[in-house]
């Protein structure tokens, strides 16, 4: 069973070929992934428009790319995965529309994969991981932490009430004049830097409900960046360690009140899992190793080459639901926003 997997939310164009492997796991025929980061890069964020026509001019060759990588024609292929959502919808819109062509006319089932779900379940493409598991998902759009009880079954224990983790890296990294992306410019710069200077707050920290809260932290370290302006590049490095600091300190204080939360929704967890574009920081994932470890736990994260986004999670999802028999007809919408995770009960 080979999936052709195709990803077009944001700013990276991707197509791959997975299909299933031993002892669970996920073999990766062919990864061809393109990112727009030249493109997006003078304006210091992703301009929607740009992203769609970069897409439009790209896709088809990717898609042959992958195709020639795994030694296959797409009537090898038993089915056409494509990440509909979320996303910017211009982009989702070339994706899938591109997937419904080929899945008509080589006559092959269409899977119209949930972004997230496909970061969620990419646990059990690189470790053949067994549910239940804790997920915490962190990108540029989205933070939650989330019990992942099955494919299509997953709770979600908490989320940020305002910025995601990514989104705050990218306004600081923005805030302070490094380059785009910010996530890697801050992390970089953090590096070099004394996480102690600078008093940041913890937000939410104590709170009984695992939800996440940055925005405060952000506007506490604009205050601190020009108090003392004009800022040295030493000045830089230690707003970088300590906003970094504080964000390591939330998402562990955060990750233990989701632990608890998790018992009561889904018993005891498999592991922590990690993934998403912020599951690629250093500092991060070695809190969370140091975390899942307390509290006698295996943690796992994709290799960085997965962690952002990319075609062969989107393939494993739809191989995951093709298994399923969970197919989608032409009619499956492309969505700006889809939420994947049902809120835990009060």
Not at 123 to 142: C, E, I, M, N, V
Not at 154 to 164: E, H, P
Not at 244 to 267: K, S, T
Not at 278 to 294: D, K, P, T, Y
Request: proline share 5%.
């Amino acid at each position: 069973m080979n999936v052709l997997g195709i990803e077009t939310t944001c700013d990276e164009t991707a197509a791959a070929i997975v299909a299933p492997g031993e002892d669970g796991r996920g073999l990766i025929r062919a990864n061809e992934v393109l990112s727009q980061i030249a493109e997006h890069a003078a304006y210091g964020g992703v301009v929607p428009e740009i992203a769609a026509r970069a897409h439009v001019e790209v896709l088809d060759r990717l898609i042959a790319r992958a195709l020639d990588a795994a030694g296959m024609r797409l009537s090898d292929i038993d089915g056409i995965a494509v990440a509909a959502g979320p996303g910017l919808i211009g982009g989702v819109l070339v994706g899938l529309v591109t997937a419904k062509t080929l899945s008509l006319v080589a006559r092959k089932p269409l899977l119209a994969v949930n972004h997230l779900e496909a970061h969620a379940l990419t646990a059990r493409l690189t470790d053949g991981l067994a549910f239940p598991y804790l997920l915490l998902l962190a990108s540029g759009g989205h933070t939650q932490l989330v019990a992942v009880k099955g494919v299509g079954d997953y709770v979600r224990l908490g989320t940020t009430i305002d910025d995601a983790i990514g989104e705050a890296f990218d306004k600081v990294a923005k805030l302070l004049g490094l380059g785009y992306p910010g996530g890697p410019e801050v992390e970089r710069m953090a590096e070099g830097g004394d996480p102690e200077r600078f008093a940041l707050p913890r937000p939410m920290l104590g709170r009984r409900e695992a939800n996440f809260s940055l925005s405060g932290l952000k506007t506490a370290l604009r205050i601190e960046a020009e108090r003392i302006a004009p800022l040295a590049e030493r000045d830089v490095a230690d707003l970088c360690a300590s906003f970094q600091a504080a964000i390591v300190d939330v998402v562990v204080d955060r990750l233990r009140v989701g632990l608890r939360a998790f018992a009561d929704v889904a018993g005891h967890p498999t592991a922590l899992v990690a993934a998403g574009g912020v599951s690629a920081n250093g500092a991060i994932r070695r809190a969370l190793a140091a975390q899942a470890g307390e509290a006698g736990l295996s943690f796992v994260a994709p290799p960085l080459n997965l962690c952002g986004d990319n075609g062969a999670m989107i393939a494993w999802a739809g191989l995951e639901r093709l298994r399923l028999g969970l197919v989608d007809d032409l009619t499956a919408p492309a969505r700006a926003r889809w939420p994947f995770a049902e809120p835990k009960a009060a």
